[in-house]
Structure formats: C-alpha cells, structure tokens
C-alpha cells in the first residue's frame, strides 16, 4: 500500500468514527458522478468460505460511506461491516468515499491566531459579546465561566467564542483553493462553554448558507462534530465560513476545534465468498455449579474448535477447556470441518449461590479486651480458624481474645453445598512500653528534682500535690517526704500502661548546699536576670532582704519565688556591690545566708 493511501485511510478513520451528523447536513445529491479507482485494499475480510445457512460479516476500512452490491444476501449495503448470508457463491463489489487530505491551514489552532479571519473582535478577555479567542481553556479567558478544554488532546488550542448579538455574524472564515466539479466535506467540532442558550451556527461557501442551522450541545464541555458536503461545479475557489445564527445576549458563549474542509475520493474492491456445508456438534448438557468453581467443557463433532471469546474459559481453542464462570454464562463454540465451515452452539452453565455474609464485631482493641465476632446475612455451617483464641470455632458467633493481631478466617457452607470463605482482622494493639527515671533524689543540696518517662503517646503523673506540668513526659517533683510518683499513660491507640518511680528526700544537713549567685545580669535577655532562691526547692517562711551600699534596704521578699530584678521604686540600679541576707526553712531545716552580690549590665 503507498505511503499517500495509509495516511488518508488513517485520517478518515479518526475523522469518520466520530462524525455527528446535524439535522439537514452532509445530504449528497444522487446527481452527482465519480470516477472510481479500483484498488484491493478496501475490504478487510479476504475471499472466504462458509457452511450453507451462516452469515459473514464482511469488514471494510473506515470511509465516509459504502455501496455494495448486489444487495441480495447482505444485510445492509450501506455500511462498513455488513452481514453476508448467501445461498450460493457470491462476489459482492464495493464503492466507498473517503475523506482525502484537509486542505485547512490552521484547523486546529495550534498555530494560534493564524491562518483564517473572522467579524469578531480578538480579545484576551471573553467578558463582553462578540469576541473571540485563541487558547487552551475557557477559563480564565472568561472567568466566570468553567473550565473546557479542546477537543484533540485536552491541552492544545481551540476558538473561544463570545457571540453577539447580531444576525449572521462570521465566526471563522477561510479561502481555499478548489478543484471543479469535486465534492468536499465541510466539518467542525464544537461545544458549549456554558450551558445557557447553546449556540445556533451554519456553514456558509461563497456567500452562500449550505446545509441546516446546527446546535451546540446544553451539556456544557461535550464536543460534538457537525459536517455538510458541497459540490464544487465550476468554482475554483472555496470561501469556507462558520456563522452564528443566535442573537440571543444570554449565554451563546462556545469553542471551536479540528476544522476540516477535504475532498471526497471514490475507490472499489470486491469479495468472494464461497459456501459450503457445516458440521453437527454435539456439547456438554446445560449444567449448574457453585460459585467459583471449575466445569470442563467438551465439545465433539469438528475437526477444530473456536470457544467465543471469554474470560472465564482457560483456552478458546481446544475441544475441552475449563470453564471458571462468575455469573451464569452461555458458552458458545463453533467447530470447523473445512476452512469457513463452521456451526455453533451452546453450552448454559448457570451458578448456584454461594453464601453472602459479613462478619462483624470490633476490628480494633487492646491487649486483654475481647470482641464477639458475628456471621451475618447467611446460615448454614461454620468453621473458624485458627480456633485457639475463640471460645467456639463452629457457631456463627464465637467469642475471640488474641494477645496479638490475628486475621480469623470463616468457612460457611450452605443447603447447596457451595461455600464461602470470609475473614476479619483483630488488631490488638499493645500496650506502652514505659522508661522512667529521674534526675536526683532530694536532699539538703538538690531541692528540685526532674522526672522522666517515655514509651507512650500522653501521660498523667501523680500525687500532683508537690508536682509542676503532671500532664507532660517530664514533671518537676518538690517533694517535702518520700514519695512514690506514679505515671499512666496512653498509647496512640487508647490503650494504658501504669508504672510508678521513687523520689527519696533526705534532710541531712549540709554546708555546702543551698548557696546563692554571687552577681547577676538584669538586662532582660531572659538569661540571669533575677536574684533570689528560685533553685532552692521547697522553702518556707522565707525572708529575703536587699540592702544598697547604704544601708537602705531596696528589696524584701518572703516567697519561695521571691527574686529581685535589680530595681528600686521601678528604677534600675546602677552597678555595683549589694548586700543580701536570706533567712528560710528548707528540707534541711533552717538555712541562714549573708553575703554580697554584683549587678553587672
């Protein structure tokens, strides 16, 4: 076949299986003569044999349309693929058009703005009536509009259309050279951008409006392919043009794609078919099976066999497939004597109903906890496995209590005999793990000490009397005695875990222990600023007082938390050395403090 052929045969494929054909559009006048070429290429089905008594279907390439003749055995003489059931040896002949190259520049828009002309203004906004555009979607060229894509590869170009008001107006024009006395076909995809009052459009050739107004579609987005055919006579020249029909202001708002403007070619072909007699075959008697299970099929009485095409069966080609059906199904063969002498016949498998349950009960819980798991929709007989955690492994609710997840299977069985096998997963989610430590014991020297857990997803520390932050993984522990402090925590799932850690608290005296800074930095950097015995740890009846170098007292606190900021009456102090003397009743007893200390800025 030459390259010229493929590439038109290849085109009417893709153009003819879509066309949509308008009311009053693409009528030939049965005037009009062709020549026709003679070619073998147009008849897909070679010259064939059947048995007496059985159709053919005959295949033909794609084209725009068919006559074969003679018309007595066929089943219609005017399409691709008509059925050809002949009582005696017959040589059908067919006469195609197909749609030669498109002589439009720029049908598609992928070159832009380009190529063709129109009495609407070109604008980048599609807000006021009577403009149009080039792009690639509907939005945001009109915003208030959706978004629509062209027709060809959903990311290319198209016409953007906001039609006007006014009667006649031409959408898309464009001149093309034409050969005389030849018949052409005028084609364009088109569709709503929005929904309200579709666009009415028609074709026009030299001034002259050809073929019946067509519609734009009320879906919105949905392409469709209207054509009409012209017959050149004496013209030369083709002034091709799409026109808007509507004048309605609301809506009227379309695209257009993939215009085509081609000649129609006529080519023949022919096909002999030649009939002969067929086999008698004898099958498998009609039969019934569970669900899911597998029947052999056997077939006898042919040379060969051809199974119709069907997932269930493990081969088409041999007298005794396996056949594993999901639904009831007519398997269907044909047997060959002779090359195109077949018959067929039928083999009815139906499906007895297998069980169709659920199986309820909790999926998820944690590590101790139980679920009854139920069967529900069905009755018959059960058995559940594995069997160890459940409290009976052949009713249809036993009781089930894994230490670990655990997928239970069941096996119900019905009066039919046909079973279903059905499972549920058990999560168990396991408790957490716990870590805990500490950072000190307390005692004269460490009155504050920092606990600390891991392991689980939040926590609950308590007593919570001497505690700071109980609800956080690392609690402050100011205990006056010892104290056994105990942590629950939560897993991610829910599930809890208690363990507890001991806090001693030993009042031994020590000279060493709750000493005091010797300068500090009141500079408001967060970092030293503030002088007092936060760091103590539990501290009662505590007087603090500051004095300046002269003798002036500028500062008294007796809180545990009492700090001086460096300040008197709101005024910063300057530099220098102050006196502090600290008087407090510790888990050490009483602690007497005296000493100097050093504002630095």
């Given amino acids: 076949m030459y390259l010229k052929q493929i590439f038109i045969l290849l085109f009417c494929f893709l153009l003819c299986q879509n066309l949509v054909k308008a009311s009053g559009i693409g009528t030939l006048e049965t005037s009009i003569r ?32 068919y006559t074969w003749s003679p018309k007595i055995g066929l089943s219609d003489s005017t399409i691709s693929n008509p059925i050809a059931t002949p009582t005696s040896t017959t040589k059908y002949l067919l006469q195609t058009e197909t749609i030669g190259n498109n002589l439009v520049v720029n049908g598609n828009f992928s070159a832009g703005n380009t190529g063709f002309t129109s009495q609407y203004q070109y604008l980048n906004s599609g807000i006021p009536e009577g403009v149009y555009y080039v792009g ?25 259309v906001n039609g006007d008001t006014v009667f006649n107006i031409i959408v898309w024009k464009q001149d ?89 070619l006529v080519e023949r072909d022919s096909i002999t078919i030649t009939v002969i007699n067929k086999p008698v075959l ?16 056997q077939a006898s009485g042919a040379n060969s066999y051809v199974w119709q095409a069907n997932s269930y069966l493990s081969s088409t080609t041999i007298a005794n497939p396996i056949a594993l059906p999901l639904k009831d199904t007519s398997f269907i063969v044909t047997g060959y004597n002779l090359p195109n002498c077949f018959s067929s016949d039928t083999v009815a498998v139906g499906l007895l109903p297998n069980p169709v349950f659920s199986i309820t009960g909790n999926s998820v819980f944690c590590k101790g906890d139980s679920t009854i798991l139920q069967v529900v929709g069905t009755t018959g007989t059960y058995n559940w496995l ?37 499972s549920v997963v ?38 919570t009397q001497t505690l700071q932050y109980a609800a956080t993984a690392n609690p402050i522990a100011t205990p006056l005695a010892t104290t056994m402090y105990h942590v629950k925590s939560y897993s991610a799932q829910g599930c809890y875990a208690e363990d507890s850690i001991l806090v001693t608290v030993s009042k031994a005296a020590s000279d060493i222990g709750y000493q005091m800074p010797s300068a500090f930095t009141p500079n408001g950097d967060g970092i030293n600023d503030c002088f007092g015995t936060k760091k103590w740890g539990n501290v009662a009846h505590l007087q603090l007082d500051i004095y300046n170098r002269f003798g002036e007292r500028i500062f008294s606190g007796n809180d545990g938390n009492a700090c001086w900021d460096g300040s008197y009456k709101g005024i910063a102090q300057p530099l220098g050395t102050y006196v502090y003397q600290v008087i407090a009743t510790t888990n050490c007893g009483e602690v007497y403090r005296k000493g100097t200390v050093v504002i630095i800025r």
């Fill in 34 to 65: 062709f020549t026709a070429t003679l070619i073998d290429t147009l008849i897909v089905t070679n010259d064939t044999s059947i048995c007496n008594g059985q159709s053919l279907s005959i295949q033909a390439l794609p084209a725009f349309s």
């Fill in 136 to 160: 690639t979607n509907s939005y945001p060229w009109h915003p208030f509009l959706n978004s629509n894509v062209d027709h060809t590869t959903g990311t290319g170009n198209m016409l953007l």
């Fill in 176 to 264: 093309i050279s034409a050969t005389k006395n030849t018949n052409y076909i005028f084609s364009v995809w088109l569709q709503s951008i929005y929904s309200g009052n579709p666009a009415e459009l028609q074709f026009s050739i030299n001034g002259s409006q050809i073929g019946s107004v067509f519609k734009a579609s009320t879906t919105e987005g949905q392409w469709q392919q209207f054509y009409t055919i012209w017959q050149s006579g004496n013209a030369t020249n083709a002034s091709i043009s799409v026109i808007n029909k509507d004048t309605i202001r609301t809506g009227n708002d379309f695209a257009l794609d993939d215009i085509v403007f081609a000649p129609l």
């Fill in 282 to 297: 004898v099958l498998n008697a009609d039969t019934a099976i569970c669900t899911g299970n597998k029947l052999k099929l």
């Fill in 386 to 422: 594995p069997s160890a955690s459940l409290s009976n492994a052949t009713i249809s609710n036993p009781i089930a209590k894994p230490l670990v997840s655990t997928q239970y299977n069941v096996t119900v069985t019905n009066a039919n005999k046909c079973s279903t096998t059905g």
């Fill in 426 to 463: 058990v999560v168990v989610n396991q408790p957490p793990s716990l870590r805990l430590s500490k950072d000190n014991d307390i005692n004269c020297v460490k009155g504050i000490t920092t606990l600390h857990v891991s392991g689980g997803a939040k926590y609950i520390w308590y007593p």
